[in-house]
């Protein structure tokens, strides 16, 4: 009798949504005292930028990293060689300490959280809060972009066409490679968001959106067993009132790293 009823439940909603629901049910008091976190650090590490304002760009980049110095400052070092070059960076140290030195560029701006969280929802909200900008992108620091990633993107977003045209994100392909390089797949998938109740190929790293007040990480505390992961949750909610595209040129390299959480996102 369960098991139908879960069967029913799955083939109308989907699993995914329902795991979500589910995980807004059980998980949902973490989240009250991280956005307490949140704000508190906002105002704490504005107040540390120049001049205590919100650095502007037509991008803002939130680069999210926790103990890897290595894979930071390649991360950073792809960002600030975009072909786009109005842009903002901010790097969110989730309390790791002992960051590199990376490049010394003025549209850099590095924070350290006043303690470890391990909340990524939490650390991205705060990046995306310490900026000003009309579109916003996301890389972690185990994971690069092409020198063309964000020019493809803007293409399409701020591209001629009439703005009701014109899509509120698009997230690229992605050429997943092992820690040492060597290429695994190309990975992309049109954005269906029925398909999307099956499968978490939804994922940060190759995404760029227009800025919103919808555009806002899951605060849920998530352990790595918990499933859909805060990427899959903010692009399938944003995309109920918002219009997601996907760009079938891969512009990001994702590691696939068995030492550390990675989207399992198969081929089409």
């Known amino acids: 009798m369960i098991s139908s009823v879960k069967r029913r439940l799955r083939a109308r909603y989907g699993w995914l949504p329902l795991e979500e629901m589910r995980n807004k049910v059980v998980l949902g008091h973490t989240a009250v005292g991280l956005r307490r976190f949140e704000d508190s650090e906002v105002r704490r590490l504005l107040a540390t930028l120049p001049g205590g304002r919100r650095p502007q760009a037509r991008v803002a980049t939130v680069v999210l ?49 006043r303690h470890n969280i391990n909340v990524l929802g939490v650390s991205r909200n705060i990046g995306m809060r310490l900026t000003d900008s009309q579109f916003v992108a996301f890389l972690d620091d185990d994971n690069a972009w092409h020198a063309n990633h964000l020019e493809v993107a803007l293409a399409r977003l701020d591209g001629p066409e009439p703005a009701e045209s014109r899509p509120d994100a698009v997230y690229t392909a992605m050429r997943r490679v092992t820690p040492d390089g060597v290429e695994r797949d190309v990975l992309s998938v049109p954005f269906d968001r ?12 190759p995404f760029v959106a227009r800025r919103s007040a919808d555009l806002r990480f899951s605060r849920l505390r998530r352990k790595s067993s918990v499933a859909p992961k805060e990427d899959w949750e903010l692009i399938y909610r944003f995309s109920r009132n ?8 891969a512009t990001v390299d994702y590691v696939v790293n068995p030492n550390s959480y990675w989207t399992n996102w198969e081929p089409a």
């Open 65 to 113: 990293t926790y103990k890897r110095p290595e894979g930071l400052v390649r991360a950073v070092e792809s960002v600030l060689a975009q072909t786009v070059r109005d842009q903002v960076v901010v790097v969110v140290d989730d309390g790791g300490g002992g960051l590199p030195e990376l490049p010394a560029d003025p549209r850099l701006h590095v924070v350290s959280l």
């Open 194 to 205: 029925k398909l999307a109740w099956e499968r978490c190929f939804l994922d940060s790293n």
């Open 242 to 249: 918002h219009r997601v595209e996907h760009i079938p040129e």
